[in-house]
């Protein structure tokens, strides 16, 4: 995932992203910091979203569209990430095709913990099968500006404040979605609460 280091690039360790994004409108080579920082996150986040396939090419997409934009970022904002999931969530609002069949293959292959033992995994599989199963037609079911917000907060653990930045919404609206996306939720899978059903959402 690392990009390599050019002998070139100058050493920004130590400096927040905003004053890397503002030195690299000058020394472009700059911008290769966020790329380290943030690409794992990103990258994640995608491939949670459409898959790991899709998620190699559009996390480059996702850093390319960044790049081109960095003369416009807000630098009174020092972390770069919320700027780069929202730029990231419009990539996957591209592809709502590719989500939609990936929630249909997380209920045919449910995610199981890498070192369970095998009984423990199958435990866990039978008894999550049927839940995961109601909350990926749900999820599905939500309108895409609440499905947003909801995997930002739940996947991603971004503030309210992070999910305005980040989808370019006010603060009000975030928690009006958030709270629509929760109740569809609870009400489909018969009343389990939010933090059962961002639980489940967190393993998958």
Not at 43 to 65: I, N, P
Not at 67 to 76: I, N, P, V
Request: hydrophobic share 40%; net charge neutral.
């Amino acid at each position: 995932m690392r990009r390599p280091r050019r002998s070139t690039e100058v050493d920004v360790g130590a400096m927040t992203d905003a004053a890397v994004i503002a030195r690299s409108v000058r020394e472009p080579e700059s911008f290769g910091a966020i790329f380290d920082r943030h690409a794992p996150h990103i990258h994640r986040y995608l491939a949670r979203r459409l898959g790991a396939t899709a998620a190699d090419d559009l996390v480059g997409e996702t850093f390319l569209a960044a790049f081109r934009r960095r003369d416009r970022y807000d630098t009174d904002c020092p972390n770069a990430r919320p700027w780069l999931y929202g730029i990231a969530t419009n990539l996957v609002a591209q592809q709502r095709r590719t989500e939609e069949r990936e929630y249909r293959l997380w209920q045919v292959y449910p995610p199981a913990s890498a070192d369970a033992s095998p009984a423990d995994r199958i435990a866990v599989e039978v008894s999550a099968r049927s839940l995961r199963r109601r909350l990926l037609d749900a999820l599905a079911a939500l309108a895409d500006g609440d499905r947003d917000v909801l995997l930002l907060v739940a996947w991603e653990d971004l503030t309210y404040e992070e999910v305005a930045t980040a989808l370019a919404i006010p603060v009000g609206t975030v928690r009006s979605r958030l709270h629509r996306a929760r109740r569809l939720l609870r009400d489909r899978l018969g009343g389990d609460p939010a933090d059962t059903i961002e639980e489940v959402l967190s393993n998958g």
